[in-house]
């Protein structure tokens, strides 16, 4: 039985404790250590950023699946928004308004300027650290491509939609 999976039966066995338990983990209190469960995959928890863009806070987890590296971006508006994303070799050194990539037409969505708020675990950056962002998605919003900028480095990453329902959590080793 791997880790993963006694981790997940750990998490179990315990979820019969008290609603009010302080290791019950939420998509906004996620912590590195953590194992993120999406669509019965299980993703480990190795970093933390949390993005602040005038007053408009949101958190991307660092996530490891074998050797590649996704982030889960989730956003509180009037729902929670979530996404999936996996990093991608840059194609661009500079943000445009529309482009296609591996046969999907993207179009600009957003684009700002952020400052990391507060970082944790393996993410090499550090908190008041700006970024320019710029957010795509197609026409019909189910794939998005997301661009960030950092002192001139380009950050690319392919990404897909969520709803909280594909994602479950099992927390790590307690610690408080």
Do not use: C
Request: charged fraction near 30%; charge should be negative; glycine fraction near 6%.
């Amino acid at each position: 039985m791997g880790i993963f999976n006694r981790l997940k039966d750990l998490a179990k066995a315990n979820s019969t404790k008290a609603v009010n338990d302080p290791y019950e983990r939420t998509l906004l209190t996620i912590q590195v250590g953590d194992i993120v469960s999406i669509d019965h995959e299980d993703y480990e928890v190795e970093g933390k950023i949390v993005f602040n863009d005038d007053g408009w806070k949101w958190n991307e987890y660092k996530l490891k699946f074998g050797r590649a590296t996704y982030w889960l971006s989730v956003e509180e508006d009037d729902d929670i928004e979530l996404a999936l994303y996996k990093e991608i070799k840059p194609f661009t050194t500079e943000p445009f308004k529309e482009t296609e990539y591996e046969g999907i037409k993207y179009h600009l969505q957003e684009g700002s300027d952020a400052l990391v708020h507060d970082v944790e675990g393996k993410v090499n950056l550090k908190q008041g650290m700006p970024v320019d962002y710029f957010e795509y998605s197609d026409l019909k919003d189910e794939n998005y491509l997301s661009v960030e900028i950092w002192d001139g480095q380009v950050e690319m990453s392919t990404g897909i939609p969520l709803e909280d329902f594909q994602i479950e959590i099992y927390p790590g080793q307690k610690s408080v």
